[in-house]
């Protein structure tokens, strides 16, 4: 099937930087398109033809519209369309309005953060759980300074384990909370990010703002607070439990980590799957899985993530495999000697 899609002024921006967004549309629906004249020839099977019809007559409208899509963004709603038949261009937009955290004008890119937004808008305890890229830190720390800024809350403590450091601590210069400081880097990063530089200085003085490791967290009641506990994967069961029983009245608690890039030591249980076992089903908790579908960063992290997903599925078959062969062996083995083939009858 071949249709063609007139090219409307202003819907110029759909091709993207080299052509990435077309691209996209072709590799996702499996579709070829040609540049004729003033049109976009799409040739491939009806119904994926079809369907990046509509996307384009979507895109057009909504171009019409005033609508301006800002760089990345586009990209990011698209790969959402071609994976998911039941999401249309146009709700996806209305539904990721843009929304002022500060001084930064966000909208959520995917199906996954608009859910994630809601969730931390709906719950008083959120769990983010997926790979880098996906935006849960970004995104928890916008609806941090949003509820700040809106007097629904009274300070923001945003928190992460230093286990990368382990004992090094001691040999970085510097007082303690410098010493630690690099591994906190992140939620700085984007606070700065949200707020004026002047802004931010003033509210880490007073302590409106906290942003320190996980240790500090113990023995503490954290009420009227936003709470934010980032690289959660790398919290032992212990301190998960700690922190999680930290938060007070009139509090939110956002819970972010990455299962696959855990760095305790051998031996040592996550605290973050122990609890994604333990509150499965508590009520007035939600849990939203990220995947690389939600990656925004370059594209190549896309492809990183979904290849170390598919190595990972690999090894873990070959495991397996070795595994049972290993014990088929070993049932030959008895079987080959009399004394032991006959301990089942003894």
Do not use: W
Not at 63 to 83: A, I, K, P
Not at 122 to 130: H, I, P, Q, S, Y
Not at 299 to 311: F, G, H, N, T
Request: proline share 4%; charged share 25%; glycine share 8%.
């Amino acid at each position: 099937m071949k249709v063609s899609v007139p090219i409307v002024r202003g819907i110029e921006s759909l091709f993207g930087t080299r052509d990435e967004n077309i691209r996209l549309l072709e590799s996702g629906l499996q579709i070829s398109t040609h540049l004729v004249d003033s049109s976009l020839e799409i040739e491939g099977e009806p119904a994926n033809v079809s369907r990046a019809e509509n996307i384009l007559e979507e895109y057009a409208a909504l171009v019409r519209e005033g609508h301006v899509f800002n760089n990345g963004d586009l990209n990011s709603y698209l790969r959402v369309c071609t994976e998911d038949p039941e999401v249309s261009l146009r709700a996806l937009v209305s539904s990721g309005r843009q929304r002022t955290f500060g001084k930064k004008l966000l909208a959520p890119k995917t199906v996954n953060q608009r859910r994630y937004m809601e969730a931390i808008e709906r719950n008083d305890l959120v769990f983010g759980v997926g790979p880098a890229g996906t935006g849960k830190t970004y995104l928890a720390v916008a609806m941090g300074v949003s509820a700040l800024l809106a007097k629904r809350v009274s300070r923001i403590i945003l928190t992460r384990p230093a286990v990368e450091a382990g004992e090094r601590l001691g040999f970085l210069p510097g007082t303690l909370q410098e010493k630690v400081d690099p591994y906190l880097r992140p939620l700085y990063d984007a606070l700065y990010d949200m707020l004026e530089a002047e802004k931010v200085e003033k509210l880490l003085e007073r302590a409106v703002i906290e942003v320190a490791p996980i240790a500090f967290m113990r023995g503490r009641t954290l009420n009227d607070s936003f709470i934010i506990l980032d690289e959660a994967q790398n919290s032992t069961a212990e301190q998960m439990k700690m922190v999680l029983t930290r938060q007070g009245f009139n509090s939110k608690m956002v819970v972010n980590g990455d299962v696959t890039q855990i760095d305790l030591p051998p031996g040592r249980r996550s605290g973050l799957l122990d609890a994604l076992e333990v509150l499965k089903g508590v009520t007035g908790i939600s849990f939203v899985n990220f995947d690389e579908r939600d990656v925004v960063r370059h594209s190549l992290v896309q492809r990183i993530v979904k290849a170390y997903e598919k190595y990972n599925e690999m090894v873990g078959a070959g495991r397996q495999l070795t595994l049972r062969l290993s014990g088929e062996t070993a049932e030959a083995s008895i079987g080959e000697n009399g004394k032991a083939a006959e301990l089942p009858n003894a």
